[in-house]
């Protein structure tokens, strides 16, 4: 019932810069946090940043300063500026919303991932 898409991703060289958007949609009542994961090959998923309906933050402290969340609660949209890449950065990032359905039961979506490579 909640489809997440993703889009911005791409390749960059280190210290550039990216900009993801992700945009939900569907039936359901309400959406309390939104936010970001991602994933290297061979290593599992991490947290990378999350922000409340609040507009409550928390970032993963590899990316703290770099990388700045936000959201558009009427559009049900997140977004990750990531300034200051790194190759470290390189992975799938997955957007992620955390929220109510019109029945009033928790749900968790996940986008399909867009690729982020950061390289020389």
Do not use: H
Request: aromatic share 10%; charged share 15%.
């Amino acid at each position: 019932q909640v489809q997440l898409v993703e889009s911005g991703g791409g390749l960059v060289q280190p210290g550039g810069s990216l900009r993801l958007s992700c945009a939900a949609s569907g039936r359901f009542s309400s959406i309390s946090a939104m936010g970001w994961y991602r994933q290297a090959p061979g290593k599992e998923r991490e947290l990378v940043a999350t922000v409340t309906s609040g507009d409550n933050t928390n970032y993963a402290d590899s990316i703290k300063g770099r990388f700045t969340i936000s959201r558009d609660n009427a559009k049900n949209t997140v977004y990750l500026q990531m300034n200051s890449l790194k190759l470290e950065d390189t992975a799938v990032y997955y957007c992620n919303a955390d929220g109510w359905t019109t029945s009033w039961y928790n749900f968790r979506s996940w986008g399909q991932g867009t690729q982020v490579t950061v390289s020389s």
